[in-house]
Each structure stands twice: as C-alpha cells, then as structure tokens.
C-alpha cells in the first residue's frame, strides 16, 4: 500500500457583519461576525481540502476552485470539500484521515466541535478531526483580525 500525507492552511478575515453568515467547520455560528471571503470563507474545510489535493499530488484549492469563477461564489465549502475529495478519489487515492487544528478566539468552538466533526467526516467519507487553539492574543489572529486553520491528511492506495 501506498501512503502519501499532505498538509493544508487557509486564514481569512474576521469582521463584524450580522448580515454575513459565520461557517467553520460546516457549522453556522450565531454570531454578529463574519469571514470575509468568495466563498462561505469556511477556513476549516478550506484547510482539509488543501491537505486532501496536497496529498493526492493535485495542487491546491485555488487551482480547483479559483476565486474568479461564480460557480464558487457564496459557495457552501461542504460541497467545496466533497468535491475536491472526488477528485482525489478519481485520481486514484482513498482518503485515510484529515486533523485539524483552528486558531481562534470567537467563535467558542468546543460546543460544536463534534458537530463540525460529523459534517466534515461526511463531506469527506472519512474521519475528520478538528481541535481548536487559543492564539493568546498574540498578533492579528490574537486580535480577533481573522480566524486561521492547518489541517493534515492522509490517503492511501493499493
Ligand atoms: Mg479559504
């Protein structure tokens, strides 16, 4: 058996707009912030994406899934995920596990964490993990200015 193991990373923006639905994870926060982003700026499944193409040796999520194209503008990165996964699949290998880990201060994540958990393993037909980490208010992520996420993946072929 083939192993092949990739990482991912994504950061965006945090702001206030009530408006603008807060997604991490696959999970809507109810929450006056929001992530700023072409997408629904889910940097959780943004990060698992990116590991999962990284490891199958398929580039990255902007070559997939280009800001410049409307199909993925307000995209639910659910889909964005399950379909770079396809494309993993099609190329030959199965995804073994995805790990990730979300700095942030808000939104508090351990209530959900389980939930996210469950979506994203179903996005990916795979067990995901995600585990949240305090920036201790050190720099732009400890101010509140954005939410990062790095994320690990594993596939395998026979
Ligand atoms: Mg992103």
Known sequence: MRVRVGQGFDVHRLVDDAD?????GG?????PLALV???DADVIAHACAD???GAAGLGDIGQHFPDTDDQWAGADSLELLAEATRRV???GWEPGNVDASVVTDQPKLAPVRE????????AV?????????????LGAIGRG????CWAVAVVTRP
């Open 20 to 24: 603008r639905p807060l997604v991490l």
């Open 27 to 31: 999970v809507v926060f109810d929450s």
């Open 37 to 39: 982003g072409h997408s």
């Open 51 to 53: 590991a999962l193409l």
């Open 89 to 91: 699949r099609e190329a």
């Open 115 to 122: 939930l996210m958990n469950q979506r994203l393993s179903a």
């Open 125 to 137: 037909g795979a067990p995901v993990t995600v585990k949240g980490r305090r920036p201790e208010g």
């Open 145 to 148: 200015e954005g939410v990062a």
